[in-house]
């Protein structure tokens, strides 16, 4: 999970520092559970839930990894 924020939070960082954006909290969470999600689903780990129960039931699903 910190792997997948510290991600977001780099990707955001580099468009405020090259796209002179403004940093947009909301969308570094979101970015940072659509990450930990991919890489759940997706690496390996056998993660069978959608997005969505990954948002609504974070713990649950991570009881299922």
């Given at each position: 999970?910190?792997?997948a924020l510290?991600?977001?939070?780099?990707?955001q960082r580099n468009k405020i520092?090259?796209?002179?954006?403004?940093?947009?909290e909301i969308e570094i969470f979101a970015l940072g559970q659509l990450h930990a999600w991919s890489w759940a689903?997706?690496?390996?780990c056998g993660l069978r839930g959608t997005f969505?129960?990954?948002?609504?039931?974070?713990?649950?699903c991570l009881r299922e990894v």
């Amino acid at each position: 999970m910190w792997l997948a924020l510290a991600k977001a939070i780099w990707t955001q960082r580099n468009k405020i520092t090259f796209n002179v954006d403004q940093i947009d909290e909301i969308e570094i969470f979101a970015l940072g559970q659509l990450h930990a999600w991919s890489w759940a689903k997706f690496g390996g780990c056998g993660l069978r839930g959608t997005f969505s129960a990954w948002c609504m039931h974070l713990i649950e699903c991570l009881r299922e990894v």
